[in-house]
C-alpha cells in the first residue's frame, strides 16, 4: 500500500480515489440501466448498416470472446477454481452444434440449445471428478479434460476425425453477431444477479477459505458443481454456434488450449471475481490481438505478450479490480479506519455503541436499502 | 450456574472417548467433555495439548479414530462438517478465518443461516432485516464504518471481531472458540468478554472455548477441562482449577 502511494502520486492528482469510489458507486446504483444500455448500443452497428465484412467478425468475436472469459471467470474467478479446461465446454458444444446440423439437419436454435445442453451435463460428470482436487492439481486436471476431450474426437469417425467437419448454409454474419451479443447480454444479467445473492456469496467464500465455508454449513461441492455447470451451459452454447461460424471446425479449433490461455488472461486483465473485468478484459485484449496481428506481423506474440506484462504490473488485480481497490482503500482511511482508530482510543466505546444500537441499524438500514437497488 | 449441575438431558456437546492419533502421536486421548445449555466453558492446556485437535473433532473437520460425538442428543460423529455445523454448532478458529476478498457485510450475511441451502433461499438476495441485522452487529462491536470495506484489509483484532460477529449472525446453539483472546489488545478484552457475556445471555448461544489467557478464562467460565498431552487431567470451576496440583504442574506453574 505504501508504494503504491508513492507510485501513484500522478494518478491521484488526475483521478483522485474519491472519483474512482463515485464512479464505482454509480455504476452500482444504476447496474441494470447500464446493462441495458450497453445492449442497446451493442445493438446499434448492424443497424447502422455494419452487416458484413472485417469489422463485422472483430466485433462477433469480441463478444464471443467475453462469454467465454465471463464463463471462465465463474468458477476460475468469482469461485477460485482456475480452469485450463474450459475450452472443451466450448469444444463439446461445437461438436453437438456440428453434428446436429450436418448430420441431423437439426435446425440452428435447437442444434445450439443441444450444445449447450450437452457441455452442461458433460460439466456435471466431469465436476464430479476435478472439483475435488485444488489449487494446481484443478488445473493440470482440467488441462488433461482438454486434452482427453481433444484426441477423442480426432479417433471418433462421428466428428470427422483429424479432419474435422465443413459446414454448409451458413446464416449471414449478423446472425452471429446478434447471437453471440444476445448470450453475452444474458449472461452478463445472470452473473451480476448472482453475485448478489447468497449463492453468489457463498461462491465468493470457496474462493476466499473453502474450508471456513465448509466450517459454516456449506456443502462447497454442491455449488461448484453448479457454478462450473453454469459456466459450461454459457461456453457450450457459444460452442454450438461457433461451428458454423467459422464454417469449420476440428480438434484443434473446437478444443482451442491456446484460446484457454487467452481467456485466463482476459479474466486477469480486466479483474477476475468481478462482472465487467472479464468483459472488459476480452474487449481490450482481443482488440490488441486484432491490432498486433496486422500491425507487428511476425512479432505478434512478442507484443501481445508485451501488452500483457504491461496491464499486469500496471494493474495487478485486472482494471476493474484494481480500481475497486483503489477507491476502497479511501473508503478505509476515511471512514473505517478513522471510526476503529477512534473506538481503540476510547477504549470503552463498545458499550455505548452497543446502547445506541438499535437506533443506528435503522437509519443505516434506510440508506442502505436505497443504495442496494 | 445453575446449568453446570443439570442433569445429562441437557447437554448441547457430550464427546466419548474421542481419540485422535497422528502417525504414532495421540494428540487426543479418550477424551470425555459435557458441555451443558447455558454454560461458558473453558478448555486450557499446554500448547500441543490436543485442544484445537479435539475442536476439529467435534467439528467434523477431522474424522476421530475413537469415541462420539453427540450434539443435542444426536450422534454427530459421522456426519459431514457442513451438516454438523448446520445442526447448530458454529466455530471460530485459533488463526481467525474470514473471508478476505468480499465485504464485511457480505461475511455477515453469508453467516446468516436463514435463506438455508433451498434454491429459492440461494437465488433471493438478502432482505432488509437481514441487512439490519448486520448493521446492528456491527455497530455493537464499533466496526459500523467498516461494512463496504474488503475485510481482508482490517486489522487482526478487528478481523477476529467479525469472525465473532459472523458467529453471533449464524445464532448457533454451541459456540466454540478456539483462543478468542488472542492477539486482542488489553482495553478490547474487556469488550471481549462482555460481548461473550451477551451472546450467551442474549443470543442464548452456549459456548466452549480454548484460551491461554488464564485471567480471562477465568473469569468468563462456569466450568473448566484441562487437556495435557491428549489426556483429560481436570475439570471443575474456575476455583477448583486454579489449585488443582496436577494442573498447576502441568500448565499453570507457580507464582
Ligand atoms: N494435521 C495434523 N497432522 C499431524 N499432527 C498434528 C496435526 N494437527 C495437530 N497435530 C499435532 O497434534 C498435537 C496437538 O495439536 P493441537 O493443535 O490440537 O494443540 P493445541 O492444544 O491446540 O495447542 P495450541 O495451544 O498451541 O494451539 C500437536 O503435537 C500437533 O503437532
Ligand atoms: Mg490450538
Redesign the interface.
Known sequence: MSTESDDNGLLRSVLPPERVDQLFDLCGAHGWKLILASAVVGALPPLFGLREGYMMTVISEMFLFAILALSWDIVGGQTGYPSFGNMAFFGIGAYTGAILLKDFAVSFPLAVVSAGVFATVFAAIIGLIVLRLRGHYFAIATLGVLLAAQQISRNLEITGGASGKILFDVPPGVVFYYFFLGVLVAEIIVVYY?S????G??L??I???E??????????T?YKTAAWMLAALFTGLAGGAYGLFNTFIDPQTAYNGAWNVELIAMALMGGT?TVAGPVIGAFGLHTVIEYVETAFVGWQLVMLGLAVIVTVIGFPKGVVGTLR?YA??M??YE??G???TD??AD?????D??A???D???S??DT??TR?E | MTAATANADDAVLRTEGITKRFGGLTAVDSVDVEVHEGEIVGLIGPNGAGKSTLFNCI?G?LTADEGRVTLQGQDVTDW????I??AGLG?M?QET??????SVR?NL???A?E?G?DIG??????D?SL???T??LL????????A???A??L?FG?QKLIEFV?ALM?EPELLLMDEPAGGI?P??L??LI??IR?ANDEEEATIFLIEHNMDFVMEIADRIYVLAHGERIAEGTPEEIQNDERVINAYLGRE
Open positions: 448472482l448478489s445473492t447468497r449463492f456469496f457463498i465468493n467464500a474462493r476466499d477459505d474450508g471456513k465455508a465448509t466450517a459454516m454449513g456449506f456443502n462447497t454442491y471475481g481497490e476502497n482503500e473508503d478505509y471512514r473505517g478513522m471510526a476503529a473506538a481503540a477504549g470503552s466505546g463498545g458499550s455503541v452497543a445506541s444500537t438499535t443506528a441499524a435503522d443505516d438500514a442502505e436499502v442496494d | 467439528t473437520t459431514p462438517e457442513y451438516k455445523a448446520r466455530r478458529f478465518r474470514i473471508f478476505g476478498g468480499m457480505k450475511l453469508l453467516a443461516q435463506g441451502a433461499g440461494l437465488l433471493r438476495r438478502p432488509d441487512l439490519a441485522r448493521n446492528e455497530e455493537y462491536v464499533d466496526l459500523g464504518g467498516l463496504e470495506t474488503r481482508g484489509r486489522s478487528q459472523m449464524s489488545n482495553s478490547m474487556e469488550n462482555e460481548y451477551a
